[in-house]
């Protein structure tokens, strides 16, 4: 039986500023900020990836999972908006940095903010990630571009700039919880027992059409937009699967609650893995770091190809960015 939180329609108005949310518009200009649940079936399935540029997605291994519940679409900043205004959370990005953990920076230098991907102005070095992420003070869940840009006509855009810490806040709220990556990648390949490099199937536009948002042309400085977005797509813009979830290739990349460790499929247990019992990343051994799936807006085959299938991602707990967003699981009881 579903929780009554999770079975409760809420309404938020279409207006969200920094000052908060008000459900205070007219009936016509409310916006509904329940999530579905898709029941996702038990089953086993061949997990992982034999492509070589993902070493840490191998050895593929059978895994066998009971079913639970998906949220069918990531969640999105009007039931964000809903949880905030129900608990006043306060997100990681809207929280001054803790000098602690900045030995030997000026107090004044430690300000609240987020990554923000800022397109250059002419072809850079792919080598060089810092020509397209800047760190602007002010950047949050509700102002995704920095200050001046809201989440006024963006209400059924995934939430970005949410940390670890914050996606399961909301989770605990919503009385779920944040998706295993063995379950986030079973639903995503819904049933599919052939390898294929994209979940949906072998060609990246069957059909000549785009099914997921994912970035074309010459990256970092010439998105074509061809799938029609140029940033974050509103959730339901593309296809569902055929077990009706959606936005699980591209968009905005994905919280798991499995810590990351490149060498964890070696010992992954068949059974329902929940995944190792701490962090280790030897490329930033000091770091914590959760799994991340599903690639984002950002993803492009020239640079970033982990929207392909079986590939992984990774995250510090504590950082963000406004391509990294969430979607919750529940179990069946």
Request: with cysteine.
């Amino acid at each position: 039986m579903a929780s009554p939180r999770f079975l409760l329609v809420l309404s938020v108005g279409l207006l969200l500023t920094a000052s908060g949310c008000t459900n205070e518009q007219p009936a016509a200009q409310q916006v509904a900020v329940a999530i579905n649940m898709v029941l996702v079936p038990g089953g086993t399935y061949l997990m992982g990836s034999k492509d070589p540029r993902f070493a840490d997605a191998s050895p593929t291994h059978a895994v066998t999972l009971k079913p639970f519940y998906l949220d069918e679409h990531e969640v999105t900043n009007a039931a964000f908006a809903a949880f905030v205004g129900a608990t006043q959370y306060v997100t990681v990005a809207e929280r001054p940095p803790n000098p602690k953990d900045f030995p030997g920076v000026p107090t004044s230098q430690l300000v609240a903010g987020s990554a923000v991907f800022a397109k250059p102005s002419r072809p850079v070095s792919l080598a060089e990630p810092a020509q397209w992420w800047q760190y602007v003070a002010g950047a949050n869940w509700r102002h995704p571009l920095g200050p001046g840009s809201s989440l006024a006509g963006h209400e059924q855009d995934p939430v970005v700039h949410v940390c670890y810490e914050d996606a399961q806040a909301y989770a605990q709220w919503a009385g779920k919880r944040l998706p295993t990556e063995a379950e986030w990648e079973f639903a995503a390949r819904a049933g599919k027992r052939a390898a294929s490099p994209y979940y949906w199937g072998n060609e990246l536009t069957p059909h000549g059409k785009w099914l997921a948002n994912i970035f074309e042309g010459d990256f970092p400085a010439g998105n074509t937009r061809a799938d029609g977005f140029e940033g974050v797509a509103p959730v339901k813009s593309f296809p569902p699967n055929p077990w009706g979830l959606y936005d699980l290739e591209g968009n905005v990349w994905e919280w798991c609650s499995d810590y990351y460790r490149p060498d964890y499929y070696q010992v992954s247990p068949p059974d329902n893995p929940q995944g190792p019992a701490d962090s280790y990343d030897p490329e930033e051994p000091g770091l914590v770091k959760r799994v991340q799936r599903g690639g984002s807006f950002l993803c492009s085959d020239q640079y970033c190809v982990r929207y392909q299938a079986g590939s992984r991602g990774k995250g510090e707990v504590k950082s963000a960015a406004n391509n990294l967003g969430f979607r919750c699981a529940k179990d069946v009881k």
